[in-house]
């Protein structure tokens, strides 16, 4: 396919250059491989891929989709907004990820996704995911447990939201989000590239872009961390996940469509 289209005022392309058979998640340790009757399915579930700027809305809260989605590259956010404007980040979307997964469940779309850098899709045909189910028991338990995981990421974030300080937020939220990054290969002597400005965090902990800038410059003091740019710097692990009670959560391969 090689059509373009606008959405949300970004342009979007949508080809197909990433054959199921090489696909770079292959080789991390983090997932678990296909079956030969597995990738074969899903090499013809898959139908291209989407191509989207930062910025883009992928998708949006009511809206209805035909199309699921895997994360190949980039980052992403989930979101829903109030009628005057508040923001509550729900999640943030990395490699490996569904995306579009309730808008099939549900009918439409509960909240709204968007491109925080440049990003690459594999595009599934909702229609198809039936058979996934009938037919594929082994991915219709994949899509499953990613589900539950979202579920559990939700949780995390509930409590974070409900009952953690400020410091214990953002410390749970920065170590959240490098501990995925890492496991994708995409921290490098613990650093790693951030794609993130302080009000997206401020929106994702429920705290005001004040107190979040005061509370990123405690842990910055403390020389847990040190964001500078675009790059963020994980200097104590150790340290920052005791302020934060962090425990790891993923004991098993990691699957993905």
């Known amino acids: 396919m090689g059509f373009q289209k606008k959405l949300t005022g970004v342009s979007v392309q949508l080809s197909r250059q990433q054959p199921c058979e090489t696909c770079p998640f ?14 074969e399915f899903v090499s013809g579930f898959k139908n291209g891929e989407l191509i989207a700027e930062a910025g883009a809305t992928l998708l949006l809260e009511g809206a209805m989709s035909p199309h699921i989605f895997t994360v190949l590259s980039g980052w992403g956010f989930r979101y829903k907004v109030l009628p005057d404007g508040r923001r509550q980040v729900l999640n943030f979307v990395m490699p490996g990820d569904i995306v579009g997964l309730q808008g099939s ?11 925080l850098s440049g990003m690459l899709l594999c595009v599934f045909e909702r229609s198809c995911l039936w058979e996934l189910f009938s037919k594929h028991p082994g991915l219709a338990f994949d899509v499953t ?65 004040v107190h979040t800038n005061k509370t990123l410059r405690r842990l910055c003091e403390r020389k847990l961390v040190r964001w500078k740019g675009r790059q963020f710097e994980l200097l104590d692990q150790d340290a920052l996940a005791e302020v934060a009670a962090y425990e790891p959560t993923e004991t098993r391969l990691r699957p993905f469509i």
Do not use: C
């Not at 469940?105 to 709204?112: P, R």
């Not at 939201?161 to 995409?186: F, K, M, P, Q, S």
């Not at 400005?197 to 429920?206: E, F, H, N, R, V």
């Open 145 to 209: 447990w990613l589900s539950a995981r979202e579920e559990q990421i939700l949780d995390e974030h509930l409590l974070s939201v409900g009952r953690r300080t400020a410091l214990e937020r953002l410390a749970y939220l920065l170590l959240h989000i490098y501990t995925r990054a890492d496991a994708l290969g995409l921290v490098k002597a613990n650093r790693m590239a951030f794609p993130f400005t302080q009000q997206l965090l401020a929106d994702t902990l429920g705290l005001s872009l």
């Open 105 to 115: 469940m549900l009918g439409e779309m509960q909240h709204s996704v968007e491109a």
């Open 26 to 39: 292959r080789s991390l340790k983090v997932f678990r491989d296909f079956t030969d009757k597995e990738l």
